[in-house]
């Protein structure tokens, strides 16, 4: 088990400049590597200000010519918005160019408000993704392949520039029951995010997934599961407080554009909207490893012993959280809550001993 960073690049004031925003990114990301985290993670959303990240592939890119040893990132690529002999290529040239660093992170994408904009149905997202999970493994595996579904053709083709890893890593976020069949069967990694939630939500998708390896014939014990989660350790009370609300902000703006509900400012900022099922903040506060470093690794250490991921993404950064507070979270978290853990849950395999 290892942990990695999430960057969101959400634009909660209008008046901090995506240049502003993007450099914050990039030092999190360099920091991170001087922590020790394992990975950096990358959205990709488009048209609003929820995310100003449109391309992850191209962020990996970017941060493998100013990092040396992390790993970097998809979370995710929203497959149904992208041709595939394209993205195959890009996704050769990433891993090249960071000499083999790249995790492949794909999804369905939820957003109609961005499928609109790319002339893409979201009704077919599910298909669509399916395919091109299909065109991924023939195109990164084979000198040349054939292809021909519903949504996707490719005529007679080779990758010029292949991924350097063999097996290239691949993650899949959604709970399409092929397609976790699919991600059993070729052992990859499954994402799941808990939200604002509780154990309950991440728990049963980890059920479905072991479901899904038992129908493939797998042992349910070996799937591999990846947990997000919006986590903030600090000393300090206000800052905490701060970031619960900003982890309900991008809450509200997430339900609204999957919900179809989005109110528009200035052609592309989402405004904020309670919603009908929202949790309260002392409802979050509980949910989430946020506060001090006691409450944080009482909090994964519950969630490890549940889930029991190969890897957890946490996001520090997220509304318009003070970037200097984001990078001191993600220092304590890797000096002082990563070593509580551990020594929690060493205890525990020490006694089973």
Same mark, same amino acid.
Do not use: C
């Given at each position: 088990m290892d942990f990695g960073i999430f960057n969101i690049m959400q634009q909660r004031d209008g008046s901090r400049s995506a240049k502003l925003i993007y450099d914050e990114a990039v030092e999190q990301t360099i920091v991170a590597e001087q922590l020790g985290f394992a990975k950096a993670w990358y959205a990709e959303h488009h048209f609003s200000n929820y995310s100003l990240c449109p391309s992850p592939l191209m962020m990996a890119a970017h941060m493998a010519g100013?990092?040396?040893?992390? /790993?970097? !990132?998809?979370?995710?690529?929203?497959?149904?918005?992208? %041709?595939?002999?394209? &993205?195959?290529?890009?996704?050769?040239?990433?891993?090249?160019?960071?000499?083999?660093?790249?995790?492949?992170?794909?999804?369905?994408?939820?957003?109609?408000?961005?499928?609109? /904009?790319? !002339?893409?149905?979201?009704?077919?997202?599910?298909?669509? %993704?399916?395919?091109? &999970?299909?065109l991924i493994e023939l195109g990164t595996t084979r000198q040349a392949f054939e292809y021909e579904g519903r949504h996707f053709s490719q005529p007679r083709s080779s990758v010029a520039?292949?991924?350097?890893?063999?097996?290239?890593?691949?993650?899949?976020?959604?709970?399409?029951?092929?397609?976790?069949?699919?991600?059993?069967?070729?052992?990859?990694?499954?994402?799941i995010s808990g939200v604002l939630g509780g154990l309950s939500r991440m728990v049963k998708a980890r059920e479905k997934l072991e479901e899904a390896a038992g129908a493939e014939g797998k042992d349910p014990r070996n799937v591999k599961v990846a947990v997000a989660r919006l986590a903030f350790v600090t000393k300090w009370r206000k800052d905490a407080e701060h970031y619960l609300d900003c982890a309900r902000y991008q809450q509200r703006l997430a339900v609204s554009l999957k919900n179809r509900r989005e109110k528009v400012e200035d052609d592309y900022l989402i405004g904020e909207q309670p919603y009908d099922e929202e949790l309260g903040l002392d409802r979050i506060a509980a949910n989430l490893p946020v506060g001090d470093v006691e409450t944080c690794v009482a909090n994964m250490v519950r969630m490890i012993r549940a889930m029991k991921p190969v890897h957890i993404m946490i996001q520090t950064q997220v509304g318009d959280m003070d970037n200097r507070k984001s990078l001191e979270s993600m220092e304590l978290w890797m000096t002082e809550v990563v070593p509580g853990i551990m020594k929690e849950l060493g205890r525990e395999v020490q006694s089973a001993a």
């Open positions: 100013r990092t040396k040893t992390i /790993r970097l !990132g998809t979370a995710v690529i929203v497959a149904p918005l992208y %041709t595939p002999a394209r &993205l195959l290529a890009e996704i050769g040239m990433v891993d090249t160019l960071s000499n083999g660093r790249l995790e492949l992170g794909i999804g369905t994408g939820y957003q109609g408000y961005e499928f609109d /904009r790319f !002339g893409v149905d979201l009704a077919a997202s599910q298909e669509m %993704t399916g395919e091109i &999970l299909d520039v292949k991924p350097i890893q063999k097996p290239l890593p691949i993650w899949y976020a959604g709970g399409n029951p092929d397609h976790l069949r699919m991600v059993a069967r070729n052992d990859h990694t499954l994402f």
